[in-house]
């Protein structure tokens, strides 16, 4: 039996020896093999399978990795890594010590730029153009990016930006119509009308901001695709090419479910069926607990609207978006535009919840500082995937956001241990006169009777949840149950546990009680460590002069976590229930 054509390569040196109909055998094959691995090791696959063609002319026509790509956020980058040397290691994708969700420059040099994040690749292709024209270097520069990442306003910078230079760039817009989500807004009715039969006449957006425009063309008729992408090689200057693929392409129930195919899970296949989880009786999702419980609030209080930077399904706003869509934005990706369209509506004395995730609310900062803190705006911060996120690794992970808001002014920021106190805090949040940022993670919580009647939280409040004379740990978030479980398995520590649920503002007078009280203090956190919960409890000691008692503090080491499953970069870290064990036995003796 013949071996398969992906099976004889290694990389675009062995591609590019291909004929036509050969690399028309090979389309087929890296699906097939997409689809075989991520069915049963999980990933993203609906972005990859949608740009296979797309992929393979892109290395067949370009000399990479001398000429230099770029893809933007890098969900569709599956199939470039499998065609760039790294088939055989494809199985460890996401995997502790494995591949790479996202491209990532310590892995290949085929991967020109690190990724995770949207709308970045335009400004990183611009600047290694220019880079090459100052050194006279004669390669090619390509991003792929698209219809949903090109929206968001760093990406309209990076355009208005290379559209008034002579660089060598090719601007690649990979239009399905989806992001995660499904895209929206103006732009996406733009995209829409000139692929129509009846666009408009004259010159497009594109054109207008002096790109030289090609399409709309099919981007999964490979022959098209490296006709064009090769008379691409000989014209000079800024060029754009709008090219329609469909997300999903070649697995029917991913073509169908966009949504849910983005990241399915274990699936079937050769069917595409997802399989079940057949434990009916777990506790909800963090996120859903946000969802249904923003919706009650929102029936009882018509002045709460919702807004998400285009994550309604990842952050459960879906549930408002379908109970409330007059009061519910979809604002597509574009964190600093949401945290002020926030802003704007707080002014109004409407109540604004914003849902987004940790390691978005990042590229918000000066948002949240400039137009929020400063002006002392009632913005409810509902902070999604906070603390260790998994697979997805380091652009991911949610750790800086007690650091990163805790140094500004005005705002409250709580970090409830279960969907109870998640639950609560939601409601108290109704209520406040200032910014207030209320974190929680990814996954599961601990109870599966958490609808229950609401109960306002003082602002600064903190719970003891048990005594000891050794000394006292002082959690926030779900590590308090993780202390919970520690302190009954090994009672021998002796140690008394608060829930602090406040990181800002700190309770000063319990601190004041646990200070005078306990001959050691620790501190434990889902947050990195450089800045954070732990840092202001060191703060309050030496301001109130108990610089005489020790503090250990736990969390998120000072670097940048891997990839990996939670619990593995949790025992990586010494964040599991041993590795905290040991760093607390270790310090109280």
Not at 480 to 488: A, D, P, R, S, V
Request: hydrophobic residues 40%; contains cysteine; proline residues 6%.
């Amino acid at each position: 039996m013949n071996r398969s054509i992906l099976q004889q390569m290694d990389g675009p040196d062995d591609l590019r020896k291909l004929s036509i109909e050969e690399l028309n055998v090979l389309v087929d094959e890296l699906r097939h093999f997409i689809i075989d691995i991520v069915s049963t090791k999980k990933g993203h696959l609906g972005a990859g399978l949608g740009v296979v063609e797309l992929s393979i002319a892109l290395h067949y026509v370009y000399n990479t990795p001398e000429d230099l790509l770029i893809w933007d956020v890098g969900h569709q980058a599956y199939p470039h890594k499998i065609l760039t040397g790294r088939k055989k290691l494809f199985y460890t994708n996401r995997q502790f010590g494995g591949l790479s969700g996202f491209p990532n420059r310590e892995e290949s040099p085929y991967d020109a730029f690190g990724t995770g994040h949207s709308s970045t690749s335009i400004s990183a292709i611009l600047g290694m153009a220019l880079a090459a024209k100052l050194e006279n270097k004669p390669r090619k520069h390509i991003a792929v990016i698209g219809d949903a990442s090109i929206a968001s306003g760093m990406a309209f910078e990076a355009l208005n930006h290379t559209g008034v230079t002579d660089a060598e760039v090719l601007i690649i817009l990979n239009d399905n119509e989806m992001g995660i989500d499904p895209h929206v807004g103006a732009l996406k009715e733009y995209l829409t009308q000139i692929k129509s039969d009846d666009k408009p006449s004259g010159k497009n957006i594109f054109e207008d901001l002096n790109f030289q425009y090609f399409g709309p063309i099919d981007g999964h008729d490979l022959p098209a695709l490296i006709a064009v992408l090769k008379k691409m090689q000989q014209i000079k200057g800024p060029k754009f090419l709008h090219i329609i693929t469909t997300k999903g392409k070649g697995l029917p129930q991913a073509e169908k479910d966009q949504v849910t195919y983005h990241a399915p899970g274990l699936f079937d296949k050769n069917t595409g069926e997802i399989k079940p989880n057949f434990n009916k009786n777990l506790p909800p999702k963090y996120q859903d607990v946000f969802g249904l419980t923003l919706v009650e609030l929102a029936k009882k209080n018509d002045k709460i609207i919702g807004i998400t930077p285009a994550m309604p399904t990842g952050t459960s706003l879906k549930y408002m978006i379908e109970a409330f869509p007059d009061r519910s934005f979809d604002v597509g990706i574009a964190e600093q535009h949401a945290v002020t369209f926030a802003g704007g509506f707080a002014t109004q004395g409407f109540v604004p919840y914003l849902a987004i995730y940790s390691t978005f609310l990042q590229r918000a900062y000066d948002q949240i500082i400039h137009d929020i803190a400063l002006q002392n705006l009632p913005v409810v911060f509902c902070i999604d995937r906070a603390g260790i996120v998994g697979n997805d690794g380091a652009t991911h992970h949610g750790v800086f956001d007690i650091s990163f808001l805790r140094t500004i002014p005005n705002i409250t920021i709580a970090v409830p241990r279960d969907e109870k106190a998640l639950r609560n805090l939601l409601y108290t949040a109704q209520f406040t006169q200032n910014p207030i940022a209320i974190r929680y993670p990814r996954g599961r919580g601990v109870h599966t009777r958490w609808q229950l009647p609401f109960q306002k939280i003082d602002i600064g409040y903190g719970e003891q949840l048990s005594d000891g004379n050794k000394g006292a740990i002082l959690s926030v978030g779900p590590f308090g149950n993780t202390i919970q479980q520690l302190l009954k398995e090994y009672p021998e520590l002796d140690l008394a546990h608060y829930d602090m649920i406040f990181v800002k503002p700190l309770k000063e007078s319990l601190l004041h009680h646990i200070f005078k009280k306990y001959p050691k203090i620790i501190s434990l956190e889902d947050g990195t460590i450089s800045g954070g919960f732990g840092s202001a409890l060191e703060a309050f000691a030496q301001a109130n002069n108990y610089t005489q008692t020790p503090i250990k503090v736990l969390g998120i080491p000072d670097r940048f976590i891997p990839h990996g499953s939670v619990d593995k970069l949790m025992e990586s870290i010494g964040l599991d229930i041993s590795g905290i064990y040991d760093s607390i036995k270790a310090f109280i003796n």
